[in-house]
């Protein structure tokens, strides 16, 4: 499947929950990934950058098609041919025009060489298209993550403040009747105190996970659905390698961009040979040499033209772009490498997030459990308020952890799938 063809699946894919959402519907992951596609500038840039290379594929093609060119002179003037031939001086008006249409016959290979380096042009910015597309869909996954991630901290320090508030007041209160010493008055202070940092901390990362989510989408980042389950992953690392190998985007830009090189290099060697082309001309003379002189002239034939001494103007030309195609290959084996390396990489990193969010999730689970039993003890005065507020930031930290396990999670599945070409 072409890369283009690959694109419009996924824009259909994505674009499909988007348009049949309605107006107070939570905002899906896949609805969040299709607003950036349709809004981010890079995007845009990327889908230019497309087109301006199909255009110089089109100028390229023009090499081998017939050129046309109309030239004209118009002028006034005193001609006075002194007498010659009888003629006097008289004002002119002299104009001459020119018509050449000329179809190239044999280039050395020029035209080729441009066609294939324009075409490699393409490749490039196709497989630019599908890199940028990945990089945005892994910013805006780890972006959504983040908003949801943000706003249950928000939620989680805000009750522990409230919370601490009031264990704090009640501290005083015993300490005034002399029910408890000062150091639980102090202790209850400092978790009030924490508890108030936390909430200012989680805040600001909230109003900074939310501007970048409204940056990468162009949505407000209100009612978010949590984070779907991972996509559709290769079951083997063989599996996934060999995707990559065939459609990671950045190996497929660096292999295109060889392409290009080779075609440089073969274009270069081309301006060594002669051009030959038929021509067709037709000329009309007025009012030139002598008064009332008019000429026209119709000429058919072929010309050729060789350029045997450049100065080593082309000799040079020919060891920059063999340097150039050295270097091209070495990029792609360098880049073949990189890419065989992330792919082991992020297939490891989806296995190992799959089995933290489990622990996580446990480890989450756990603690509200500790925390319910622990309230429970200080409401019988089993235990003092001071331990509820520890229990209470242990199951804050683990929520949290949970959460942010989740959004590794998913992040490292796109992020899989973005090596493997499929997004």
């Known amino acids: 499947m072409t890369s283009k063809r690959r694109i419009a699946r996924l824009m259909l894919w994505l674009a499909?929950?988007?348009?049949?959402?309605?107006?107070?519907?939570?905002?899906?992951?896949?609805?969040?990934?299709?607003?950036?596609?349709?809004?981010?500038?890079?995007?845009?840039?990327?889908?230019?950058?497309a087109d301006a290379?199909?255009?110089?594929?089109?100028?390229?093609?023009?090499?081998?098609?017939?050129?046309?060119?109309?030239?004209?002179?118009?002028?006034?003037?005193?001609?006075?041919p002194q007498g010659f031939f009888g003629l006097g001086a008289a004002n002119v008006t002299p104009?001459?025009?020119?018509?050449?249409?000329?179809?190239?016959?044999?280039?050395?290979?020029?035209?080729?060489?441009?066609?294939?380096?324009?075409?490699?042009?393409?490749?490039?910015?196709?497989?630019g298209q599908a890199g940028t597309r990945s990089r945005l869909v892994m910013a805006v996954?780890?972006?959504?993550?983040?908003?949801?991630?943000?706003?249950?901290?928000v939620d989680l320090y805000g009750r522990l403040v409230t919370q601490t508030t009031e264990i704090e007041r009640q501290a005083r209160l015993k300490f005034r009747v002399g029910e408890s010493p000062s150091t639980d008055v102090s202790q209850a202070g400092a978790r009030l105190a924490e508890a108030r940092a936390g909430l200012a901390r989680a805040r600001g990362m909230q109003v900074s996970a939310q501007a970048h989510f409204r940056n990468l989408t162009g949505l407000e980042p209100a009612?978010?659905?949590?984070?779907?389950?991972?996509?559709?992953?290769?079951?083997?690392?063989?599996?996934?390698?060999?995707?990559?190998?065939?459609?990671?985007?950045?190996?497929?830009?660096?292999?295109?961009?060889?392409?290009?090189?080779?075609?440089?290099?073969?274009?270069?060697?081309?301006?060594?040979?002669?051009?030959?082309?038929?021509?067709?001309?037709?000329?009309t003379v007025r009012d030139q040499s002598f008064p009332d002189y008019r000429a026209d002239s119709a000429t058919i034939g072929i010309r050729a033209r060789w350029e045997l001494f450049s100065g080593g103007r082309a000799s040079g030309k020919v060891a920059e772009t063999d340097s150039s195609v050295r270097a091209a290959d070495a990029r792609v084996r360098?880049?073949?490498?990189q890419v065989e390396e992330q792919v082991i990489s992020a297939?490891?990193?989806?296995?190992?997030?799959?089995?933290?969010?489990?622990?996580?999730?446990?480890?989450?689970?756990?603690?509200?459990?500790?925390?319910?039993?622990?309230?429970?003890?200080?409401r019988v005065g089993m235990k003092p308020q001071l331990d509820l507020?520890?229990?209470?930031?242990?199951?804050?930290?683990?929520?949290?952890?949970?959460?942010?396990?989740?959004?590794?999670?998913?992040?490292?599945?796109?992020?899989?799938?973005?090596?493997?070409?499929?997004?």
């Open 347 to 378: 297939f490891q990193d989806v296995r190992t997030a799959q089995l933290v969010e489990q622990a996580a999730t446990d480890q989450a689970s756990a603690a509200a459990q500790a925390l319910d039993s622990v309230r429970h003890e200080v």
């Open 141 to 153: 996954t780890q972006a959504y993550g983040d908003v949801l991630t943000t706003a249950r901290m």
């Open 334 to 337: 360098a880049m073949r490498m």
């Open 223 to 283: 009612d978010l659905q949590p984070l779907p389950s991972n996509p559709v992953l290769p079951a083997t690392l063989d599996e996934a390698m060999d995707a990559a190998t065939r459609n990671n985007p950045a190996l497929a830009q660096s292999e295109a961009s060889l392409r290009a090189a080779q075609a440089a290099a073969r274009g270069a060697r081309a301006e060594r040979l002669p051009t030959v082309g038929a021509f067709a001309e037709g000329a």
């Open 389 to 423: 507020l520890d229990a209470e930031r242990e199951s804050i930290a683990a929520e949290a952890g949970a959460l942010q396990a989740g959004t590794d999670r998913i992040v490292a599945a796109y992020r899989l799938l973005s090596l493997m070409g499929r997004y």
């Open 95 to 127: 104009r001459a025009a020119q018509m050449t249409v000329e179809q190239p016959l044999f280039t050395g290979g020029r035209v080729g060489a441009g066609i294939d380096q324009a075409r490699a042009g393409i490749a490039g910015a196709e497989a």
């Open 16 to 49: 499909a929950p988007l348009a049949l959402s309605t107006v107070g519907h939570a905002t899906t992951l896949e609805e969040a990934l299709a607003a950036a596609i349709a809004h981010a500038p890079e995007i845009a840039a990327a889908d230019a950058d």
């Open 53 to 80: 290379a199909r255009a110089r594929l089109d100028q390229a093609k023009a090499g081998r098609l017939p050129t046309a060119t109309l030239s004209g002179t118009i002028g006034y003037g005193r001609l006075d």
